[in-house]
């Protein structure tokens, strides 16, 4: 099976993930911004931050090292002398191949997932080359997932690093070496449209536990067992049970012990692939279900904390909003599990549930990773047809959503009908690659709608992506500086206009003029 580039924008060290690719010098030395990635055993305090212990005594790229539960490479992207870019990436490639060697996903992920950042721009020496660096290693990456079999994720804490790399894997779309090859072109197209709906700001997220599942965290019926061996009891869950009955006893069971336990079992330092791809989206109108912090974790890397949690915070102005209608581990008493939870929810969340309504009628909401056979959401699916079916349209009425599904039966279409449209991951044979596979979608998602969004070209106008830029993108930089410079300009009632497109390619203005 072939493997697949992710590009990835936020924060590499918060990333779930088999094996990573950090830079380091000649001599072994790291930045101190890779600490929570380093085994403490191993390196030592630094010039820069942290020192391999023992130096380094293989050969550039080939220094792998067991950290965790993953797999620790060291590419060596600065030496004595300044090393040419093509140098800097092949040493990337080797650092990963190195890392993919005889990798097993710890997490039971369909192919195993390395990452690794835009090597080589930082106290490598190519920080106003980095664009000449994104057209050698988005390539080099492509060409390594497809030969090698493993998954490769571009982790980039920059938003203009990130458009680069996202424009680089749009001109190799046109090419032989189609990024997007695991989708199929109905695949392609349907990413497309939600990538456009996002980029206009017609998107909501409706996030389901099928998103944190590659974290181990455990199912409903999972959870039931763990609870159980928390108690001191052997529980196996009865095939007819009502699982919202069998919550209540064993939350009993566990008293005191109850939301200790909920805090283990779902509290999380890293987040999935998923949620770092939903994150970039830059959706400003976000629910979940789940109880755990993954999302919020995602987000961080993209809005800076620029963003509120309901159930924690109101949603004040015009910052994002994410909405955990089922509660977080934060507060486990706010987390619904049990049927007298479901009744709470009924009078408290009513309003909540209000929301989610609301979403559906006034935008395109996305459902990743929830089951729409939730008895819970019943009465929303009801009241939203209620609604649509009153209102006069203009021809076809558009679907108010979309449901990524895993699996057949994920969606209750009869409830549904006309009003979801269902895009499949795969038939039932495919079920153990159908997660992987709504990874790639959501990929392709995340360029779609950065390819379509005001930013696509953040970093034209920035000095550090000139080197390497191709002759068009040249001539219209050099056109645009001559009117950013000429001081005549900025009286004229367009001036406005022209200064903000000026910023969203990545200009940086000079002091006003006298």
């Known amino acids: 099976m072939e493997g697949h580039l992710f590009a990835v924008l936020g924060d590499l060290t918060r990333l779930d993930t088999d094996a990573v690719v950090i830079p380091c010098d000649f001599e072994g030395n790291v930045s101190h911004y890779w600490k929570p990635l380093l085994p403490e055993k191993r390196f030592d305090p630094g010039p820069y931050g942290h020192r391999l212990r023992d130096g380094l005594t293989a050969p550039p790229g080939e220094v792998t090292i067991a950290a965790g539960d993953r797999r620790l490479s060291l590419a060596v992207t600065a030496a004595r002398e300044p090393l040419p870019p093509c140098e800097v990436v092949d040493r990337a490639v080797q650092a990963v191949l190195a890392a993919a060697r005889d990798l097993a996903s710890h997490r039971g992920r369909h192919l195993p997932l390395v990452s690794l950042p835009l090597v080589g721009t930082g106290l490598g020496g190519h920080s106003t080359e980095r664009r000449r660096v994104v057209e050698l290693l988005v390539p080099a990456l492509i060409d390594l997932t497809r030969?090698?079999?493993?998954?490769?994720?571009?982790?980039?804490?920059?938003?203009?690093?990130?458009?680069?790399v996202q424009a680089e894997r749009g001109r190799s779309s046109t090419a032989a070496t189609d990024p997007w090859s695991g989708l199929s072109t109905d695949g392609q197209r349907q990413a497309d449209d939600l990538?456009?709906?996002?980029?206009?700001?017609?998107?909501?997220?409706?996030?389901?536990?099928?998103?944190?599942?590659?974290?181990?965290l455990p199912n409903w019926r999972e959870l039931m067992v763990l609870m159980g061996q928390r108690a001191g009891v052997t529980y196996e869950v009865p095939e007819d049970a009502n699982l919202l009955d069998e919550a209540a006893g064993l939350r009993w069971l566990l008293r005191s012990d109850y939301a200790p336990f909920m805090r283990k079992?779902?509290?999380?330092?890293?987040?999935?692939?998923?949620?770092a791809l939903l994150a970039a989206l830059g959706v400003q109108r976000m629910v979940t279900t789940n109880y755990d912090p993954c999302l919020e974790l995602a987000l961080d890397g993209v809005h800076r904390a620029d963003y509120a949690v309901m159930t924690r915070n109101l949603a004040t102005g015009e910052r994002p909003w994410l909405l955990k209608i089922h509660g977080d581990v934060k507060d486990p008493e706010s987390m619904v599990l049990t049927r007298a939870d479901y009744e709470r929810l009924a009078d408290e969340g009513r309003a909540l549930h209000g929301v989610v309504e609301s979403l559906m009628l006034t935008s395109h909401v996305m459902f990743v990773g929830y089951s729409l056979v939730d008895h819970d959401f019943a009465d929303v699916a009801h009241g939203v047809k209620l609604v649509r079916d009153r209102a006069e349209t203009l021809g076809a009425r558009p679907p108010s959503g979309t449901a990524l599904a895993l699996h057949p039966g994920a969606v209750d279409e009869d409830r549904w009908l006309g009003e979801v449209d269902v895009v499949a991951m795969g038939e039932a044979d495919e079920l153990?690659?159908?997660?992987?596979?709504?990874?790639?979608?959501?990929?392709?998602?995340?360029?779609?709608?950065?390819?379509?969004?005001?930013?696509?070209?953040?970093?034209?106008?920035?000095?550090?992506?000139?080197?390497?830029?191709?002759?068009?993108?040249?001539?219209?930089?050099?056109?645009?500086?001559?009117?950013?410079?000429?001081?005549?300009?900025?009286?004229?009632?367009?001036?406005?206009?022209?200064?903000?497109?000026?910023?969203?390619?990545g200009h940086v203005p000079g002091p006003p003029a006298p």
């Open 432 to 505: 153990p690659a159908a997660p992987r596979t709504l990874e790639i979608f959501l990929d392709r998602v995340a360029w779609a709608c950065l390819d379509q969004g005001e930013l696509a070209a953040e970093f034209l106008l920035d000095d550090r992506y000139a080197a390497g830029a191709d002759p068009a993108d040249v001539a219209l930089r050099q056109a645009l500086e001559v009117v950013a410079a000429n001081p005549e300009v900025r009286g004229s009632v367009g001036w406005r206009k022209v200064e903000g497109l000026l910023t969203a390619l």
């Open 147 to 164: 030969r090698e079999g493993v998954d490769v994720a571009l982790v980039l804490n920059d938003r203009r690093d990130y458009a680069a």
């Open 195 to 216: 990538g456009r709906l996002a980029a206009r700001g017609a998107l909501s997220l409706f996030v389901g536990s099928g998103v944190s599942v590659p974290l181990g």
């Open 265 to 275: 079992t779902f509290e999380r330092k890293h987040h999935a692939l998923g949620h």
